[in-house]
């Protein structure tokens, strides 16, 4: 299990930009996939982005296809989501995950390991 916790959430108008981070404890950080769900009022929580260990590879669901970029810093033990052209619809609570495999991330996240999520707020 990985302890996650997320900040950089906030609102913003329309057309503007927010940087989540995701700190992770523990000293396999670099073993795990990393990514990010979110959640909507009245909705599931779904897929947003995912990054391999080392950083090499990443997924995105479709709707935040260049808008939002992952990336990870192994030595700071922190993953990020860079989130531009954000649109009220992008408004939810944004979970941080972590999984040792990307197929069971991208599918269902972690068994165990999810932060407490972060709010975004994008008004029109």
């Known amino acids: 299990q990985v302890q996650l916790v997320e900040s950089g959430g906030g609102l913003v108008q329309a057309g503007g930009s927010l940087r989540l981070s995701c700190a992770a404890s523990?000293?396999?950080?670099?073993?795990?996939?990393m990514g990010w769900f979110r959640q909507a009022p009245g909705k599931e929580r779904g897929f947003v982005a995912g990054i391999s260990g080392r950083g090499g590879t990443t997924y995105y669901a479709d709707f935040v296809k260049g808008r939002f970029t992952i990336s990870r810093d192994n030595a700071k033990n922190t993953v990020y989501l860079q989130m531009n052209s954000l649109q009220p619809e992008d408004t939810a609570v944004y979970y941080c995950?972590?999984?040792?495999?990307?197929?069971?991330?991208?599918?269902?996240?972690?068994?165990?390991?999810w932060g407490k999520g972060t709010l975004v707020t994008v008004s029109s």
């Open positions: 523990g000293r396999t950080f670099s073993s795990y996939a």
């Open positions: 995950t972590a999984d040792p495999s990307m197929s069971t991330l991208r599918a269902v996240g972690s068994l165990d390991s």
